[in-house]
Antibody, heavy 120, light 108 residues
Framework: EVQLLESGGGLVQPGGSLRLSCAAS????????MTWVRQAPGKGLEWVSV????????FYADSVKGRFTVSKDSSTNTLYLQMNSLRAEDTAVYYC?????????????WGQGTLVTVSS | SYVLTQPPSVSVAPGKTAKITCGGD??????VHWHQQKPGQAPVVVIS???DRPSGIPERFSASNSGNTATLTISRVEAGDEADYYC???????????FGGGTKLTVL
């Protein structure tokens, strides 16, 4: 059974940093691309970043480019999102998701999400 | 950047058919995926790659994609189908995943 468990969310001040983790199990982590999607309170889904199966390719939404970094550790089957220079508008539930195959494929499993609140 | 347009809301009576549209420039050339999100829950994929239904998703869910419009069709709507529905594509120019704004399905 595929499981994705996010952690690392919390309250952070504007300009601060946070690292989100997503522990993956139930599938071969090195075979599938992984993505981060966020949802601000009361708003729709917004794609944040994707990393290819090998980790060799990464892409970012314009709203986070240069501030966020996605990575994966295949030895621990963990996906990460390093978030720097956080802004109030980054406040959201952050979901990690597994994709069917490559980075341009559909998501097939979603995690339950972790809440990030950026506020002073 | 590529834009996907969905109606904010659709209402349907139980047992009837709901159609949720997703408009985009030549969206028929993209592979469209549909996600269902019930209140307080994480999204769930209901349709991938235009028309593939993941295991566990009822046959009542189907989809089509042609020209400038993709459509999610839910037949014999049940109260449990009430949720927000999002269409999603991958745009290669630039390499971005794109979501529609979402459609709230209300079962009357």
């Amino acid at each position: 059974e595929v499981q994705l468990l996010e952690s690392g969310g919390g309250l952070v001040q504007p300009g601060g940093s946070l690292r989100l983790s997503c522990a993956a199990s139930g599938f071969t982590f090195t075979t599938y691309a992984m993505t981060w999607v966020r949802q601000a309170p009361g708003k729709g889904l917004e794609w944040v970043s994707v990393i290819s199966a090998s980790g060799g390719k990464t892409f970012y939404a314009d709203s986070v480019k240069g501030r966020f970094t996605v990575s994966k550790d295949s030895s621990t089957n963990t996906l990460y999102l390093q978030m720097n220079s956080l802004r109030a508008e980054d406040t959201a539930v952050y979901y990690c998701a597994k994709q069917i195959s490559g980075y341009d494929s559909s998501v097939d499993y979603w995690g339950q999400g972790t809440l990030v609140t950026v506020s002073s | 950047s590529y834009v996907l347009t969905q109606p904010p809301s659709v209402s349907v009576a139980p047992g009837k058919t709901a159609k949720i549209t997703c408009g985009g420039d030549n969206i028929g050339s993209h592979s469209v995926h549909w996600h269902q999100q019930k209140p307080g829950q994480a999204p769930v994929v209901v349709i991938s790659s235009d028309s593939d239904r993941p295991s566990g998703i009822p046959e009542r869910f189907s989809a089509s994609n042609s020209g400038n419009t993709a459509t999610l069709t839910i037949s014999r709507v049940e109260a449990g189908d009430e949720a927000d529905y999002y269409c999603q594509v991958w745009d290669s120019s630039p390499d971005h995943m794109v979501f529609g704004g979402g459609t709230k399905l209300t079962v009357l």
